[in-house]
């Protein structure tokens, strides 16, 4: 298994384009999410999936929007770039998302820097 | 809301030496801890758990301690070794499905 892949790596915008962040997941894993992390810092949820056709917002979900059309796919969109979501973005995913196989796989990351 | 800290934010041990870090948690109600390890420039990779029906869990070289009463967690490394120089973060999962609320990070720097 390649576990949870992310591309691209890193990125650059200017200030108000758009872009797609892939995340793919080939475990059949149930739950899958999107976390910023920022210098110095944790990571905070931006949006999540429990299942195929299912979103929910995280705790910083503003500029961003996901789908998730199947269940190895969750691709995190960028509507207008800003500086402040200069970040770098991981990618988890999990077998469930409630229950005891809730271990959650993090991606590599992709490094976004928006000037 | 949930938050989730820690005590110091470095950490510096010998090699050999146990290591520990600490979490302070917030929401009396999470019922599920995680400690995560992160090298520079790769993703968090998951260390140990532990449930909220547990005061202690052991894996190898580490063992997680949970003390509700305070809401406070603790991974306690053993025989620290220079792989093991990495950012440490704690989370717990909070309400509703699979979401995780992260600590801000503890760096632990092994001096060989």
């Known amino acids: 298994n390649a576990g949870v892949t992310q591309t691209p790596k890193f990125q650059v915008l200017k200030t108000g384009q758009s872009m797609t962040l892939q995340c793919a997941q080939d475990?059949?894993?149930?739950?899958m999410s999107w976390y910023r992390q920022d210098p110095g810092m944790g990571l905070r949820l931006i949006h999540y999936?429990?299942?195929?056709?299912?979103?929910d917002q995280g705790e910083v979900p503003n500029g961003y929007n996901v789908s998730r059309s199947t269940t190895e796919d969750f691709p995190l969109r960028l509507l207008s770039a800003a500086p402040s979501q200069t970040s770098v973005y991981f990618c988890?995913?999990?077998?469930?998302?409630?229950?005891?196989?809730?271990?959650?796989?993090f991606g590599p990351g992709t490094r976004l820097t928006v000037l | 809301g949930e938050s989730v800290g820690l005590h110091l934010p470095t950490l510096s041990v010998q090699e050999g030496d146990n290591s520990i870090i600490n979490c302070a948690y917030s929401?009396?109600?999470?019922?599920?801890f995680i400690w995560y390890k992160q090298e520079s420039g790769k993703g968090p990779q998951f260390i140990i758990d532990?449930?909220?029906?547990?005061d202690k869990r052991q894996g190898q070289r580490v063992t997680v301690l949970l003390n509700k009463t305070v809401k406070h967690l603790s991974l306690q490394i053993a025989a620290t070794q220079p792989g093991d120089s990495a950012v440490y973060f704690c989370?717990?999962?909070?309400?509703?499905?699979?979401?995780?609320?992260f600590g801000t990070g503890t760096r632990l720097t092994v001096i060989p």
């Open positions: 988890a995913s999990s077998y469930e998302a409630r229950g005891q196989y809730n271990e959650q796989f």
């Open positions: 475990m059949n894993h149930e739950y």
């Open positions: 999936s429990v299942g195929a056709g299912i979103t």
């Open positions: 929401n009396s109600a999470s019922d599920y």
């Open positions: 989370a717990e999962n909070g309400a509703g499905a699979n979401n995780l609320f």
């Open positions: 532990i449930r909220s029906n547990m």
